[in-house]
């Protein structure tokens, strides 16, 4: 297995375009994600010199002995003093045959809504389980969450094997929890790898440590992990239409064009559209790019589109493929991850950040929470802080949305506190999808 190119520097992932796999590592507080990371990025040989030594001084300003690899991650003085992961730390990592995009996500319950920022554009969740503490109901939570994101394929590295004397029931009481609750989250993919991220057994290098395991290592199983798994599924390989949120409007003389990201599918010129939500439609004259004019437009571009016919159209607005629009409307049933301090409850009114459109909302309904451990929807009038549920929002002005399950872009939104501007929800819009039977025991 060829070694990781250092981060920052010129190597073959830049040169031959190949593919991407971002993932999230989520877990509990203390069962070790900083560290396995710290540990990946310094067994491939990603970190300079004079980051080990900055790691080291702050490994012995708290008294360690030992290098401390939670500090690779753990950037913020308040993190370091603390012992924890606060905000989510971004790394960048290559292999000769791929691009790693790591986002090593707070465990801690009191930082929930950043453990959900990091895994929203994950392909897939690289699960820490402590296995002297076994399954927790953080770790329950994470996975949860990061099911209902559209992370569909996990890594559990079950961790400090070494501190159970790599007893084989330990992993294996592990693994059942995780590929149970795999199952009932409806996750396609779970790959159960007894580890010690302290020592570095089966991380990179396989270890003997374990003779009972056979299967890859951690970074074996991310190397060989499908990427682009979002798109490759739900966008243009299947004939998804295309969805464009207006960004800006550019004026050339007396012409216009609209520019955004392009999502669901490709977009060519002739294509005929809609503009929603006044629904105005139209065809596709013409494409643009930094590099100039184009014919096609694929998915995760940034494009600017002219319109045959000059429409009233605004940041805010949705151009969509005509064959295959989203639905418009101001009554959304939505499945929240609730962040506030304080109850969620019918009637609390909020602004909904929808793509590029914002606009009033009220919640009209608490349908239901989440019960983790059972993961059964149970009646509720409202939602306390970091609980999932569902709810029904009416909005000010109509949206153009798509079932989370089929689009991030345009099924997920956030609710903003009007007085604080703080994001107190994450929403996707329709109910979770959970894989039918009775919840797993713990073992």
Not at 88 to 95: D, E, F, P, S
Not at 107 to 133: C, E, F, I, K, P
Not at 320 to 332: G, K, M, N
Request: glycine share 10%; hydrophobic share 40%.
């Amino acid at each position: 297995m060829a070694p990781l190119a250092p981060s920052g520097t010129s190597n073959v992932a830049e040169r031959t375009g190949i593919d991407l796999l971002r993932f999230a590592a989520i877990g509990s507080v203390d069962d070790g994600k900083s560290t396995l990371i710290g540990r990946l990025l310094l067994d491939t040989r990603q970190l300079f010199d004079d980051q080990l030594e900055a790691v080291g001084a702050d490994s012995r300003r708290r008294g360690g002995t030992e290098m401390d690899l939670a500090f690779v991650t753990d950037g913020l003085r308040s993190e370091r003093e603390q012992g924890i992961t606060i905000d989510v730390a971004y790394r960048y990592a290559a292999t000769t045959s791929r691009k790693f995009v790591i986002a090593d996500c707070p465990g801690h319950v009191q930082y929930t809504a950043n453990m959900a920022t990091g895994a929203s554009t994950a392909d897939l969740g690289l699960v820490v389980v402590d296995v002297t503490a076994g399954l927790r109901e953080q770790t329950r939570r994470h996975t949860c969450i990061a099911a209902l994101l559209g992370v569909d394929q996990l890594v559990v590295a079950a961790n400090k094997m070494d501190l159970v004397s790599w007893r084989q029931d330990r992993y294996e009481v592990v693994k059942a929890q995780m590929e149970a609750l795999a199952r009932r989250l409806g996750i396609r993919s779970c790959a159960v790898v007894p580890i010690s991220a302290l020592h570095g057994d089966n991380v990179v290098a396989r270890s003997d440590a374990a003779p009972f395991y056979r299967g890859p290592t951690v970074l074996e199983t991310l190397e060989s992990a499908p990427a682009g798994t979002w798109s490759a599924v739900r966008g243009d390989r299947v004939g998804a239409g295309a969805r464009l949120p207006v960004q800006w409007v550019l004026r050339h003389g007396k012409s216009r064009s609209y520019a955004g990201i392009l999502d669901g599918g490709p977009l060519a010129t002739g294509d005929e559209v809609v503009v929603l939500p006044a629904g105005f439609c139209t065809t596709v004259s013409a494409l643009g790019t930094y590099d100039g004019p184009i014919r096609e437009a694929p998915v995760g571009l940034a494009v600017s589109v002219e319109l045959a016919d000059d429409l009233d159209v605004g940041r805010g607005d949705l151009i969509a493929a005509a064959f295959d629009p989203p639905a418009v409307t101001s009554d959304v049933e939505a499945t929240v991850c609730w962040f506030g301090h304080r109850s969620l409850a019918a009637g609390d009114r909020f602004r909904v950040k929808h793509t590029t459109r914002e606009a009033p909302a009220r919640v009209t309904e608490i349908v239901a929470k989440l019960d983790v451990h059972d993961l059964a929807l149970v009646g509720t009038t409202g939602l306390d802080d970091n609980e999932i549920g569902v709810v029904r929002l009416a909005t000010g002005t109509p949206l153009a949305v798509d079932p989370y399950a089929r689009s991030r872009v345009t099924g997920g939104f956030v609710l903003v506190d009007e007085a604080t501007n703080a994001t107190l929800a994450a929403g996707m819009v329709g109910p979770p999808s959970l894989a039918s039977g009775h919840g797993e025991q713990a073992g």
